[in-house]
């Protein structure tokens, strides 16, 4: 490998493996190593919270192997190698397996799960599913529990919620919000929302959270803020990720809620790039699948010598709720509005509005989910 030009990729989640993807597409000979703490496998992570119902074992979720993803695209794939330091000046990682040097670096780290500090004897037990590790042990837990509590009731609590209430499992859902969604939707289709899942099957224990969990006869009590106490055989934490910023920090990356890059997608350290979950993109950070495509396709330009700035079009996020299918593109324009919302037998179509009456943001719950692409061609570009 020559050290000059060639492309080291922190990670090998959808960030990282989508670039590779993308560069060998402009460019057959460019040489790419992909570095990551895992096993390199390539696999879906939008299906580990709504594969449990429909029986998708661990195994099952990765679609290539890490072998598979080197012979497929032609590049290097160093698994199980954890990136302890970085030395943007000698342009060397510094790894559990010994020194890396690169021409150019391309951060794709991704987010940790939040934890909460919580009291008890079990609070370690606490789960959160945020890689195909957790998806793992989830599903080895989860085999012996017939009752799940899950802390959060954001897109990803939600989900695992409905999907866990479909794999037969008595499921309550813990959020201090008054609302599941809350601070994706307005009132009414979180409402909406609410009570299709409660008639799903969810449990809700809104306006409060967690305190402790202590080990019981066979099972978990959990103590709620509001006083009560709950028996359940696991508890599943999703209250939200924090782009991993701390590798970047310590080697002297200029990071905020992310890494913060330009719309080129630069570090301010030369060479050094970033994207996906770990990223903030001129002070945006957007987890999900889509923005990370677009970010894939500009970066690899950029990198084999075509600069190409990053533009977000609007990309709203499907939860994947079938109790109440739902689509949300959140206003990302600091533009002050208002929501408007109605509700009918279509479902609830919540428009934002700004003050000039231009819709910068909705929601849709139910068959209204149908009107996604036409509402989305009248939104502003998100960058
Ligand atoms: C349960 C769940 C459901 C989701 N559902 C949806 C959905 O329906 N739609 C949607 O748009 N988005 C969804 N998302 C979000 C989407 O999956 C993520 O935005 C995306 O997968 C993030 O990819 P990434 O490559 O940035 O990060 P990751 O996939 O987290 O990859 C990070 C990589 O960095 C490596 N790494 C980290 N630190 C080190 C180190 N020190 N040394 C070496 N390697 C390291 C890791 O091993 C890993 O390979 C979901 C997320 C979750 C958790």
Not at 169 to 190: M, N, S, Y
Not at 254 to 263: A, E, H, K, L, S
Request: proline share 6%; with cysteine.
């Amino acid at each position: 490998m020559n050290p000059e030009s060639s492309i080291v990729i922190l990670g090998s989640g959808l960030a990282g493996y989508t670039l590779a993807r993308e560069l060998r597409k402009l460019d057959k000979l460019v040489p790419v190593t992909v570095i990551s703490a895992d096993h390199g496998g390539f696999y879906s992570k939008p299906m580990l919270s709504n594969g449990f119902a429909s029986g998708r074992t661990p195994e099952s979720l990765v679609t290539s192997t890490a072998e598979t993803m080197a012979s497929q695209l032609g590049i290097t794939v160093l698994a199980h190698t954890r990136v302890v330091s970085i030395d943007p000046t000698a342009h060397e990682l510094h790894t559990d397996q010994g020194a890396i040097p690169f021409g150019r670096l391309v951060l794709a780290l991704g987010a940790d799960p939040i934890r909460l500090s919580i009291d008890g004897d079990a609070a370690d037990q606490i789960l959160s599913v945020n890689d195909w590790e957790d998806y793992l042990r989830f599903r080895a837990r989860v085999a012996n529990a017939d009752r799940v509590m899950v802390l959060g009731a954001g897109l990803i609590g939600c989900e695992f919620a409905n999907d866990l209430c479909l794999g037969g499992k008595q499921v309550a859902v813990v959020d201090l919000a008054e609302r599941p969604l809350g601070r994706l939707l307005p009132d009414q289709a979180a409402a909406v929302v609410q009570q299709a899942l409660q008639a799903a099957g969810v449990r809700w224990h809104l306006g409060t959270s967690i305190t402790r969990v202590d080990h019981a006869e066979g099972h978990l009590s959990v103590a709620l803020a509001d006083g009560t106490r709950w028996a359940t055989d696991l508890v599943l934490s999703a209250i939200g990720l924090r782009p991993r910023t701390q590798l970047a920090a310590e080697a002297g990356f200029v990071t905020g809620r992310g890494i913060q890059v330009d719309r080129f997608l630069r570090t301010n350290q030369p060479d050094v790039y970033a994207l996906g979950d770990c990223a903030e993109v001129c002070g945006l950070v957007l987890p999900y699948v889509m923005p990370i495509m677009q970010a894939a396709k500009a970066l690899a330009k950029t990198l084999i010598g075509e600069p190409t700035e990053l533009s977000y079009p609007a990309m709203p996020v499907t939860v994947k709720t079938p109790a109440a299918p739902t689509v949300v593109a959140p206003p990302m324009d600091v533009r002050p509005g208002r929501w408007e919302e109605t509700v009918d037998e279509r479902g609830v179509v919540a428009r934002f509005l700004g003050d000039d009456n231009q819709l910068l943001g909705f929601a849709l719950v139910g068959p209204a989910t149908a009107d996604r692409m036409a509402m989305t061609k009248l939104l502003p570009a998100w960058l």
